[in-house]
């Protein structure tokens, strides 16, 4: 017999049951041969036998296809989209959620690729996936974007399995729990920060007070913090008032400095003419004291504006060859007088190792100097006053660091003083009954002035017994050749004649101020120097165009035209006559940014205010000597030209 598939009764109980129906129905028929009717019964319960089997058939047919109609259901309604792929990569099935999903009707899927509704981002973590489960037998996972019809994005989870030849992928969509977790992040971070904010306050709470009040207050978090940022608004609006005023002041005290410094020359200038007279010794001595405290005036004023310098950032150091040696003989020279007055003994030390030629600041330098040098003598009454200065090379640096002491055998300092010792307009003695003068500045800008150079200051000091003030900064050896800057004056052996002729020089002063131009109108002259005077820039623009002069003192503030815009209409005429005359700039304004503007306007030096009478003629002689070899012939095509 056939192989019979396994229903809900084995073969044993169907031929039993067969059986029992064909023995109810053989009851009935009358005896006969005995075999026919066997092979009757035995047929007939072959065929009540199929019969059943038949019934049993049809019932498993209708049970799986009942169950296939669930199945499909479920398949088709499954919250995960399924997609069938065939061996060549081609959708081949796909149920309706994943249409759906990605917006396309489901026949209209079959046949393309899943790959084109994966977004650019998310293609090669997916190719990656399809490569490993093409490669063989196994199951893989990713997530990945599907791009869709809709304007919001759509995450999901592939599932991949091998069946076959075919592939099948579960597409589930996780976009809200990606959603959730981005959200969860951020609440994350928002309850981290709260946290810290939190410990913050609680913090500072506890070191206040007890953990229980800390604990009461935890509720008034919220409200300190808010307390504790307008507290910090207020705070920072009132530094920057501070700032603006620190800054109104600075400005101030720069202006202040300006405008004294141009009576200052007058002062100055006309001492330094009544003193190169022939007078009697009382007046002399009186003129000379004027001088000298004229001289203090000047360095009080200095004081004030480097500090004004200091305060706005504005103060710069210079790098130029000079002599440690003569820079040391020069702000020691300044005491002569007064410790010859006191009866002090002065001696320097210059180690046989300290080069003599450096690079630095030297106006610098020697101002420190002059500060710790004038401190020492001015608070000792007996003894002496001892500079020190040592070097040490720095290796395969071409540097050395230089350290500098000044010790005295004076007062000292109280132990009380030292720490505020270097704060601006801090002294030792400031009662009303002090003995000692002084602004207080010296120490607070000598230790900027060393901050700036790289350089430390420091201090010994026993009250009643002396004091010992120490600063080190590092400086490079100069060369030979560097030991005279291009444009330094030279000494003048016939400051007012050319080595070819023997006519004066003639040199056009521009310069509003009355007073200064007396004073330089009588030293030009006196070293034979032939000068012609313009109150004016516009004047001095005219003056210019008419006469022949071999240079020009260019005051920068002048009514009508200013010196800048003076100096740029002369060279503008220049330029289109072929030479150039020289300009010596004469301001008030004495910072470096001052200086550069001066050159930038074309000028060839620059004079700070008040006027120094020698260094004056030293430039005046520098500035004629370097244009000796070309100044005739220009003068000459000058003359040509304005004819």
Sequence with gaps: MAEKKPGKFDDAQLRRLAEKRLDKSMETLPATAVEAERLLQELEIHRIELEMQNAELCKA?????????????????????????????????????????????????????????????????????????????????CEIELTTGAKTRLFVQVEAVTSGEQWHIALIDITQRREAEAALRIEQEGAKTLRREKAAALEALEKEKSAAEALEKEQEAAEALRVEQEANVALRLAKEAAEATARTKSQFLANMSHELRTPMTGILGMLQLALEEEIPAVPRRYLETTLSSAGSLLRILNDVLDMSKLDAGKLTIEQQPFSLRSC??????????????????????????????????????????????????????????????????????????????????GI???????????????????????????????????????????????????????????????????????????????????????????????????????????????????????????????????????????????????????????????????????????????TAHAQQEDEQRCLDAGMDAYISKPIDLERTLRVIESMLRQSSGSAQDAAGKAGKARL
């Excluded at 796909?94 to 079959?110: D, E, P, W």
């Excluded at 180690?351 to 003599?356: A, L, N, R, T």
């Excluded at 630095?360 to 003598?377: E, F, H, K, S, W």
């Excluded at 050749?481 to 444009?487: E, I, L, V, Y």
């Design 328 to 409: 040391i003989g020069e702000a020691a020279d300044l005491f002569t007088p007064e410790l010859l007055r006191k009866r002090l003994f002065f001696a320097s030390s210059v180690g046989d190792e300290v080069p003599d030629l450096v690079l630095g600041d030297q106006l610098r330098l020697r101002q420190i100097l002059i500060n710790l040098i004038g401190n020492a003598v001015k608070f000792t009454e007996k003894g002496k006053v001892f500079l020190r200065l040592s070097a040490q090379r720095c290796a395969g640096t071409g540097q050395h660091d230089f350290t500098f002491s000044v010790t005295d055998t």
């Design 61 to 141: 047919r209708d049970d799986v296809e009942t169950a296939l109609e669930k199945y499909t259901e479920l398949y088709d309604f499954a919250p995960v989209g399924y997609v069938t792929l065939d061996g060549k990569g081609n959708i081949c099935g796909v149920n309706i959620t994943c249409s759906r999903l990605l917006g396309v009707n489901r026949f209209g899927l079959i046949g393309q690729r899943l790959e084109a509704f994966v977004a650019e981002g998310s293609r090669a973590v997916f190719s990656a996936l399809l490569a490993r489960v093409f490669a063989g037998p196994g199951q893989a996972s």
């Design 412 to 586: 000292g300092i109280p132990d009380s003083m030292k720490g505020v010792l270097f704060q601006a307009f801090s002294q030792v003695d400031s009662s009303h009954s002090r003995s000692f003068g002084g602004t207080g500045l010296g120490l607070a800008i000598s230790r900027e002035i060393l901050a700036l150079m790289g350089g430390t200051i420091s201090f010994e000091s026993e009250e009643g017994a002396g004091s010992t003030f120490s600063f080190t900064i590092t400086l490079a050896q100069a060369g030979e050749r560097d030991a005279m800057p291009q444009g330094e004056p030279r000494p003048a052996q016939t400051p007012c004649l050319t080595p070819s002729e023997e006519r004066p020089r003639h040199l056009l002063l521009a310069e509003d101020d009355a007073t200064i131009s007396q004073i330089l109108g009588v030293l030009l002259r006196r070293e034979n120097y032939q000068v012609d005077f313009a109150e004016n820039g516009l004047r001095a623009m005219e003056m210019w165009q008419r006469g022949q002069y071999d240079l020009v003192l260019m005051d920068v503030q002048m009514p009508l035209l200013n010196g800048f815009e003076a100096t740029r209409a002369i060279r503008e005429q220049e330029g289109k006559l072929g030479f150039h005359t020289p300009i010596i700039a004469m």
